[in-house]
C-alpha cells in the first residue's frame, strides 16, 4: 500500500460559526446521533446508542483524563504569561510527573512570551492550608515550544498544584476562555488517567446509566489510554496529505484489553478517533513483532509500508505472547500513524465520533473508514439538518464500508 496522494482541498466543506457547538448541552445523552450504514443515514438521539450495538459485541474507550494544562503566571511589571504544558520531559513518564513533589520540566506553549524576557516567574499558592512558593524558568526555546523548569518550596504533588491554579485547555475554535462547566464536561465520565490536553470528545455523550445499559445488554466494555496531544487540533496545512507531519501520542493498553479484542473480531467498535489510533497501532505493533523488528512504536507512514498480509489474529496473538513473554501485564507505546483514504483498517469495525473540523486528519480518517465521498453525504445531512459540530457537538456511529 503506498502513501495517501491526496490533495487536501478535497478534504474541506464551509462550517458556518454558528454550528460550533459553544457549549455542552444540559445533558449529555440529549445529543443527536446520525448512523450510518450501507449508505443510509437515519437521525435518532445518542440515548439510542444501546439500541444500535449489537449484542456480544465489544465497544472500546479511551480513558485518558484532561489536566487543568493552562497555567497563569503574571510579572511584576503587570504582564500576563500563560504557560500550556504540553508534554513531559522529565520525568518522562506521565505517571510520576504528576506525583513529583519539588521539580518537574514540560515541554510548553509560552503565551505573551516576547513579554518574558529573562529571569523565573514566580506566583503564590495556597494547598491544603500550606502557602506554597512555584517558581517557573525557561530552560530553552523552540519553534513553537519551550522547555520549562516547574520548581516549589514544599512538598505537594505537581497535580495538585495545577489543579489549584490550573484552568482546562479547551479547544481554541471555542473562542471563549475556560469556565466552571467546562471543568466537568469536557471530561468523559469514565476518565481515568491524567495525560491529556484535550479530551477524546466522542465519549463526552456517555452516561452512567449508558454504560449500564449496555453492560445489560451483554455488550463488552474495554479501555484503552492514550494522552491527547494539541497536535489534534493541528490542521493539515500542506497541499498534499503526504507532506504533513503528524503529532506523536503515547498510549497504554492492558492484556485484558487484547484478549477482548481477539474474542470479537469483527465485532469490535471504537468510541472516538483516539481509540481508533490506538486499536489499528496494536495490529501494526504486532506486525513489526511478526517482522523481528526492534521498533515497538509506530512510525506515521507504517501502516502503509509495514507487509499487509497478517491476520488480526497473527498480530495481536503476538502482542498477546511478547507480553506474556516479558511478564508484562500491559503496553506502552507512542503511535504518530496516518489514517487517510486508502488506509485498510484492521481492528475496528464501527465508530462512534463527532464532527470534525474541515482539511483535519481526523476528517481523513471518517473518509477512509466510511469510503469514497460517504464523508461529505455524512456531513452534508448534518449540516442540513442542525446538528451541532465539533467537541461539545453532537455525534454519529459510523459502520466501516468494506
Known amino acids: 500500500m503506498s502513501r495517501p496522494d491526496i490533495s487536501i482541498a478535497e478534504y474541506t466543506y464551509n462550517l ?4 460550533i457547538a459553544k457549549y455542552p448541552l444540559d445533558n449529555r445523552s440529549d445529543s443527536k446521533l446520525l448512523v450510518f450504514n450501507g449508505g443510509n443515514i437515519q437521525e435518532l438521539k445518542f440515548s439510542d446508542i444501546v439500541n444500535e450495538l449489537p449484542n456480544n459485541s465489544l465497544l472500546t474507550f479511551n480513558n485518558t483524563k484532561v489536566i487543568q494544562a493552562r497555567l497563569p503566571f503574571q510579572k511584576v511589571t503587570g504582564a500576563n504569561i500563560e504557560v500550556f504544558c504540553l508534554e513531559p ?15 518537574c520540566t514540560w515541554k510548553c506553549i509560552v503565551g505573551n512570551s516576547k513579554k518574558w524576557k529573562t529571569g523565573p516567574l514566580e506566583k503564590k499558592i495556597e494547598i491544603n492550608g500550606e502557602d506554597v512558593t ?9 519553534f513553537d515550544s519551550q522547555i ?7 512538598n505537594v504533588l505537581f497535580s495538585d498544584l495545577i489543579e489549584a491554579i490550573g484552568k482546562i485547555p479547551i479547544p481554541p475554535y471555542l473562542n471563549r476562555e475556560s469556565e466552571e462547566i467546562d471543568s466537568t464536561r469536557y471530561q468523559t465520565v469514565y476518565s481515568n488517567h491524567k495525560g491529556s490536553v484535550a479530551a477524546p470528545t466522542a465519549g463526552l455523550h456517555f452516561t452512567p446509566e449508558i454504560l449500564e445499559n449496555l453492560s445489560d445488554k451483554e455488550i463488552d466494555l474495554s479501555y484503552v489510554t492514550l494522552h491527547v496531544g494539541a497536535g489534534t487540533f493541528k490542521p ?37 478517533t483516539t481509540t481508533v489510533r490506538t486499536l489499528e497501532s496494536l495490529y501494526w505493533l504486532g506486525v513489526k513483532l511478526l517482522e523481528g523488528s526492534n521498533e515497538f512504536y509506530i512510525k506515521q507512514w507504517d501502516a502503509y509500508e509495514l507487509p499487509q498480509h497478517y491476520s488480526f489474529s497473527d498480530a495481536l496473538n503476538k502482542l498477546k505472547e511478547h507480553l506474556e513473554t516479558n511478564e508484562r501485564v500491559r503496553i506502552e507505546s507512542h503511535t504518530g500513524i496516518m489514517i487517510a483514504p486508502g488506509y485498510q483498517f484492521k481492528i475496528v469495525d464501527r465508530l462512534i465520533t463527532n464532527f470534525h473540523q474541515p482539511t483535519s486528519t481526523l476528517l481523513l480518517l471518517i473518509s477512509a473508514f466510511t469510503g469514497g465521498d460517504n464523508w461529505k453525504k455524512i456531513y452534508d445531512y448534518a449540516l442540513s439538518n442542525d446538528f451541532r459540530f465539533l467537541s461539545y457537538g453532537d ?8
Open 16 to 19: 458556518p460559526d454558528e454550528r
Open 89 to 103: 520531559i522529565e520525568p518522562v513518564d506521565i505517571n510520576l510527573i504528576f506525583q513529583t513533589t519539588d521539580t
Open 134 to 142: 512555584l517558581q517557573i524558568n525557561r530552560i530553552s526555546a523552540g
Open 148 to 154: 520549562i523548569q516547574f520548581n516549589w518550596d514544599k
Open 236 to 272: 493539515v496545512k500542506t497541499d498534499n496529505v503526504a507532506d504533513h507531519e503528524m503529532h506523536i501520542e503515547h498510549f497504554f493498553v492492558e492484556l485484558d484489553t487484547i484478549n477482548n479484542l481477539l474474542n470479537h473480531e469483527g465485532n469490535i467498535t471504537s468510541t472516538g
Open 395 to 402: 455525534s454519529s456511529l459510523l459502520h466501516r464500508t468494506k
